[in-house]
């Protein structure tokens, strides 16, 4: 088979190329999906493989900004990887993600983060488990919060097109504390949590814009579905909890005593939630939610010495990471971390690949987990107690969207 990857051209090769993830999900989008899509993702930013004249496969790459500890860096959003059934293992994945990591390189984006359809595919092109995520369904009987208020603030219900102009301060707030968490564009507001297409709710009802109002200013949302349904003359539905946010510890509180008091409902499906939620600590019964963690984000660092420049350190020690990387040779190297910065060179103190890195990076684990899972070797007594003292984080990272 003579393969190319290469950029799409136009819409018509973007659709078709969105066609390959398409493909498991059901269907090929149509022309109006496939312009919607590349309002989000430029032409040049979605590679698709061509057998001849067939597109066969296709991988794009949403323009991020990611929140990182103690700052932001530019990212790929890895986003709609598919190759058609017809030309499985061949490695068309792998030429595409070989064209693709080159382009994030040239543009100078240190890292690439996604969600993964299943784990085993990402590890060989050099991506590491960067972040935990939960499920929760709490039965109503026990939506109890410890603080039986009385209520603090309003809650009001918006229109979309006030959604749009009021939620996203309150995001972005969050979003510039959160590691893990990317800056939204209006249009990705518009097109994505503001829109509401009835194929997209999953016999669940429309979505609802909440907005929580505290001391004078917006200070949270939710957005969520009711899905209604009845036995026996009682209620046996849910409320879907697609999104919600909230600046301050006060403000989670509000929303959530909101959200768990919405009445006529079973159950309470909260989904994407960070693994150290307030809620382990606001909930009179948390054992209750029946929280479920699986892998949240999956993180490349695509340019190590400058992605581990991009994020801040605490302390005052250093540590030199002598670190492996299979897939992109000129990473392999050692570099000294300290707060003042990063250099390359030195004595190596911990061996570990650039996939162990990425479960370090955003403060998802730590170096002493990666050594109880045998990730890192530590050649340096002491060396993995200084490489975590610097790499330390006071919050867990948060990817709240599948993207
Ligand atoms: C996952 C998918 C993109 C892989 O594409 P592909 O062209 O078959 O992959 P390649 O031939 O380049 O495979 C490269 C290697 O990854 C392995 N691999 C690929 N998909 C895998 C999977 N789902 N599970 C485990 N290993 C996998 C291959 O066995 C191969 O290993 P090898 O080099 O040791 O032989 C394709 O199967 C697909 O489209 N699946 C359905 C949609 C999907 O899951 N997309 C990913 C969205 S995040």
């Known amino acids: ?20 993830i398409g493909h498991y999900f059901g269907g090929w989008p149509d022309e109006e999906a496939a312009e919607r899509f590349g309002r989000l993702l430029p032409l040049e930013r979605m590679h698709a493989a061509f057998d001849g004249e067939t597109i066969v496969g296709g991988a794009g790459a949403f323009p991020f900004t990611m929140t990182v500890p103690g700052g932001e860096v530019g990212c790929a959003g890895v986003t709609v990887v598919g190759v058609l059934p017809t030309h499985r293992r061949r490695g068309v994945l792998s030429s595409m993600m070989r064209e693709q ?54 809650v009001r219900l918006l229109t979309a097109e006030e959604a749009r102009e009021r939620l996203p301060a309150v995001y972005e707030r969050v979003r510039a504390a959160t590691p893990g968490m990317y800056v939204r564009s209006a249009q990705w507001w518009e097109l994505r949590q503001t829109s509401d297409p009835p194929d997209s709710r999953g016999g669940a009802g429309e979505k609802n814009y909440a907005l929580l109002e505290l001391d004078g200013r917006d200070a949270g949302y939710a957005l969520y579905r009711l899905r209604m349904s009845w036995e026996a003359g009682s209620s046996a539905g849910s409320v879907e909890v697609i999104e919600a946010m909230a600046d ?66 605490t302390g005052d020690g250093s540590v030199v990471l002598e670190v492996a990387d299979a897939f992109v040779e000129e990473n392999s190297g050692t570099y000294t971390v300290t707060a003042n910065g990063i250099e390359t060179g030195g004595e190596p103190e911990l061996r570990l690949d650039v996939q162990a890195l990425a479960s370090v990076y955003l403060g998802g684990f730590t170096f002493a987990e990666l050594a109880r899972g045998l990730r890192v070797e530590e050649l340096r007594e002491g060396a993995l107690a200084r490489a975590d003292a610097l790499f330390a984080t006071a919050i867990r990272p948060w990817c709240p969207e599948i993207f």
Not at 6 to 18: G, I, Q
């Open 1 to 20: 088979m003579a393969l190319t990857v290469r950029p799409v051209a136009d819409l018509d090769e973007l659709r078709r190329a969105l066609g390959s």
């Open 101 to 154: 990591l080159d382009d994030v390189r040239r543009r100078g984006e240190p890292i690439a983060a996604l969600w993964a359809s299943e784990e085993p595919i990402y590890g060989r092109f050099g991506y590491g488990l960067a972040s935990l995520a939960g499920e929760a369904k709490l039965a109503r009987p026990y939506a109890a919060l410890r603080d039986r208020g009385p209520a603090r603030g309003a």
């Open 248 to 313: 301050s510890p006060e403000a989670t509180l509000e929303l959530w005593r909101y959200l768990l008091g919405l009445d006529w409902t079973a159950t309470f499906n909260l989904y994407r939630l960070p693994i150290d939620h307030e809620l382990w600590h606001l909930l009179e019964y948390p054992r209750r939610m029946q929280f479920r963690v699986g892998d949240g984000l999956w993180l490349r660092l695509v340019d190590v010495e400058a992605a581990l420049a991009g994020r801040t350190y």
